[in-house]
């Protein structure tokens, strides 16, 4: 996820592979991978009905019916809340254990006749990759997407991660298993549209009490810890990213769905 698309909140700091991540010749065991496409456009207001209407006669039966058949891991669609000018106001994405199954979604979905909503709207794609995640199977539901990215100092990368696993994992995956989040992932740019340096922490959560239990967890994490230990962590946070570059992403999920 690029420049206009800085993954709210912020969080207590979206394999083989086409081009190489920071920190990829020396990192942690990894997951199996999980890539995910996302599609966004800059709908005029007027038509986001319209454009709503035609993801759910279209889009979506396509999306369930290659979940349900194994050939992805889940999709989801959503719409910004937190706005800004020129910037995406709707998104779809889809996941996949393999590029063969995100090419295989994307190739059905274009020869879906053209949205008449998005027929001269701004379109942004993106291909990333998620080096860490959990989730439950989930959906179809409603709910909220969080995105929280930050940029990591060059030859950094291994650091970061090890720090991240550290201190953010493990509540988050107390998140997920008392089902407070639906699920979370850390995704860097499969394809780089950007600095491969940007990490995107992503959350979907069911509704946005769960996104104020979910900031409560962190909030009673660092109480917990004390001052003394709570400077430290921001003292090596701030040596493994570039200062002043942080962005937040909110949106609210329509439709989602999870294996």
């Known amino acids: 996820m690029s420049s206009p698309h800085r993954f709210l909140l912020r969080l207590v700091v979206l394999s083989p592979c086409l081009l190489a991540p920071y920190g990829a010749s020396a990192q942690p065991a990894e997951q199996p991978p999980v890539y995910t496409f996302v599609a ?105 997407l969080l995105v929280s990215s930050g940029k990591v100092v060059p030859g950094k990368g291994l650091q970061w991660r090890e720090f991240w696993e550290k201190y953010s994992k493990p509540t988050y995956d107390e998140l997920v298993a008392d089902g407070t989040i639906v699920g979370y992932s850390v995704d860097v740019e499969q394809v780089h549209t950007d600095d491969p340096g940007w990490r995107h922490t992503v959350v979907v959560a069911p509704s946005a009490e769960a996104i104020d239990k979910m900031n409560a967890a962190f909030q009673a994490l660092g109480r917990k810890r004390g001052a003394e230990a709570n400077r430290g962590i921001f003292a090596t946070q701030a040596e493994l990213t570039v200062a002043g570059v942080h962005r937040d992403y909110f949106a609210r999920v329509v439709a989602h769905a999870r294996k």
């Not at 369930?64 to 669609?77: H, I, Q, S, V, Y």
């Not at 295989?104 to 379109?123: D, S, T, W």
Request: net charge neutral; charged share 20%.
């Open 40 to 144: 966004e456009w800059t709908v005029p207001r007027a038509q986001w009905g319209e454009a709503a209407a035609f993801f759910e006669k279209t889009t979506r039966p396509v999306l369930e019916r290659l979940t349900a058949g194994g050939t992805l891991g889940g999709w989801g669609n959503y719409e910004t809340v937190v706005h800004q000018e020129d910037a995406n106001t709707h998104g779809t994405w889809w996941t996949a254990s393999n590029l063969a199954g995100i090419e295989r979604a994307r190739e059905e979905l274009i020869k879906l006749p053209p949205n008449p909503a998005m027929a001269a709207a701004k379109h942004h794609d993106y291909l990333v990759r998620s080096i860490i995640y959990n989730g439950k199977t989930a959906g179809p539901a409603s709910g909220y």
